[in-house]
Nanobody
């Protein structure tokens, strides 16, 4: 069983930056595609970023494209989400996820097999 542990959340002013990290408990993590999702109070979980196993291919929704960057360091079993130019509407609990299926990556939360516990990101105006 792969366990994912997120860190790096917190409170930041609008326009600021945060970097989230997600570290896996097993080396096999390096073979999985990864994603970040977020969920604000009263809203459904939404896709934020995805990356393939090599780190060479990424996906973002328009809402974060150009502001957020997903990356990974397979030697450290860690995936990152660099968030710049943060907005109050980015406030949510952020979850990392890992998928072990045949996809190279996915924007659909149903295609992920392992999830972290979540980390709160709050952006003040």
């Amino acid at each position: 069983q792969v366990q994912l542990v997120e860190s790096g959340g917190g409170l930041v002013q609008a326009g600021g930056s945060l970097r989230l990290s997600c570290t896996a408990s097993r080396d096999t993590f390096s073979n999985y595609y990864k994603g970040w999702f977020r969920q604000a109070p009263g809203k459904e979980r939404e896709f934020v970023a995805a990356i393939d196993w090599s780190g060479g291919v990424t996906d973002y929704p328009n809402s974060v494209k150009g502001r957020f960057t997903i990356s990974r360091d397979n030697a450290k079993n860690t995936v990152y989400l660099q968030m710049n130019s943060l907005k109050p509407e980015d406030t949510a609990v952020y979850y990392c996820a890992a998928g072990a299926r045949t996809y190279s990556r996915s924007t659909d939360s149903r295609n992920y097999d392992y999830w972290g516990q979540g980390t709160q990101v709050t952006v003040s105006s």
